[in-house]
C-alpha cells in the first residue's frame, strides 16, 4: 500500500499543518512516510500545499507526480492539481469554496462542506479538519483515533486551546 496525498488551498487554510499531521500519524500507524510542505510568498491568502506519501514499503522519493489522493480546499488549488490526480483516485472537496465538481469520471470525489461543519464546531480557521475526517473515512488507511492522538502531539502549547474544536471538526468530517 502507497497513499500519495497532496492537499492544497489558501494560506490560513491549515494545510501546511494537515502535513504534519498525516505525516505523524502515518509514523505512529507504523509506516514509511515523507512530507514536503510548499507555500507562496504570502503569509495569509496566497497558495499552499503539501505533499504526504504513507506506505507500508520504503519510499524512494519523496516526489508526488500522480498523487493517489487530493484534498481540495479551494477553487485555484483545484485547477492546479486536479490533471495530476491519478485514474482511481479520491478527491475530497471542500463545497463551500469549490462549487463545480470537475468533468472527471475515472475519480471519486467526496464533497464536504468544510467551512460551515469548522465554524459549527467552534473555529471557521480549522476548515482542513473536516477534509480530513472525509478522508479517513473513505480510504481507512489511518483510523480516526490515530489522527486524534497525532493531533495531540503536532498542535504548538500557543494553540493548545483549539485541540478540542480540531478533533469536534475532524469527527464532523468523518461523518460528513
Not at 485541540?163 to 468523518?174: E, P, Q, S, Y
Amino acid at each position: 500500500m502507497t497513499e500519495r496525498i497532496i492537499i492544497a488551498g489558501f494560506g490560513g487554510q491549515g494545510v501546511l499543518f494537515s502535513g504534519k499531521l498525516l505525516a505523524q500519524a502515518g509514523m505512529m500507524a507504523g509506516f514509511n512516510v515523507t512530507e514536503i510542505p510548499s507555500y507562496g510568498a504570502e503569509m495569509r491568502g496566497g497558495t499552499a500545499n503539501a505533499a504526504i506519501i504513507i506506505s507500508d514499503k520504503e519510499i524512494a522519493s519523496p516526489i508526488i507526480e500522480t498523487p493517489t489522493t487530493f484534498l481540495c480546499l479551494n477553487a485555484p488549488s483545484l485547477e492546479r492539481f486536479i490533471d495530476s490526480l491519478a485514474p482511481g483516485g479520491l478527491l475530497v472537496l471542500n463545497t463551500s469554496l469549490v462549487k463545480n465538481k470537475p468533468p472527471k469520471d475515472d475519480i471519486t470525489i467526496i464533497g464536504v462542506n468544510a467551512n460551515d461543519l469548522a465554524a459549527e464546531a467552534g473555529n471557521p480557521g480549522v476548515v482542513n479538519m473536516p477534509v480530513i475526517g472525509a478522508y479517513l473515512k473513505a480510504r481507512g488507511v489511518l483510523t480516526l483515533a490515530i489522527v486524534e492522538r497525532a493531533l495531540d502531539k503536532v498542535i504548538s502549547e500557543k494553540h493548545k486551546d483549539l485541540l478540542a474544536i480540531n478533533k469536534k471538526a475532524l469527527t464532523a468530517g468523518f461523518g460528513a
